[in-house]
C-alpha cells in the first residue's frame, strides 16, 4: 500500500517558522513532481507548492512566495516545506500529494495528483 505520511505541523505564533516533511511507504516518486497544497476550514483545498522530480524546478502560489521554500532530498525519498514569517491565514490542513503521472510542466491543480497523505495541522496565532 503507497502512503504518504507528513509531519512537522504545529501551532505557532505569527512570524514564527515551520518545517513539515512527506516520506513515501510502499514506493518512491523520485521520478514525479511532487507538491504540497493546504485546506482551511470551509474552503477548498488549494495549491501551495510544487517542485520538479530532480529538484531542479519549483513554483509556489503568490500567497507564499518570498515566504515558503519547497525542496526534496532524493537520498531520503523525501519532500520539505520550509514555511517562514507565518501568517494567521496561513492555517489550515497541509497535505502531501506525489503527481498521478510525468508531466512536463509542474502540476499544480488537484486532479494532477494521484497519492495524497493524510494531512498535517498548521495553527497560525495572531
Not at 476550514?41 to 531542479?56: C, D, L, M, Q
Amino acid at each position: 500500500q503507497v502512503q504518504l505520511v507528513e509531519s512537522g505541523g504545529g501551532y505557532v505564533q505569527s512570524g514564527d517558522s515551520l518545517r513539515l516533511s512527506c516520506t513515501p511507504s510502499g514506493r518512491t516518486f523520485t521520478s514525479f513532481a511532487m507538491g504540497w497544497f493546504r485546506q482551511a476550514p470551509g474552503k477548498e483545498r488549494e495549491f501551495v507548492s510544487a517542485i520538479s522530480w530532480n529538484g531542479g524546478s519549483t513554483e509556489y502560489a503568490d500567497s507564499v512566495k518570498g515566504r515558503f521554500t519547497i525542496s526534496r532530498d532524493h537520498a531520503k525519498f523525501t519532500i520539505y516545506l520550509q514555511m517562514n514569517s507565518l501568517k494567521p491565514e496561513d492555517t489550515a490542513v497541509y497535505y502531501c500529494a506525489a503527481a498521478a503521472r510525468y508531466y512536463n510542466f509542474l502540476p499544480q491543480r488537484v486532479e494532477e495528483y494521484y497519492y495524497w497523505g493524510q494531512g498535517t495541522q498548521v495553527t497560525v496565532s495572531s
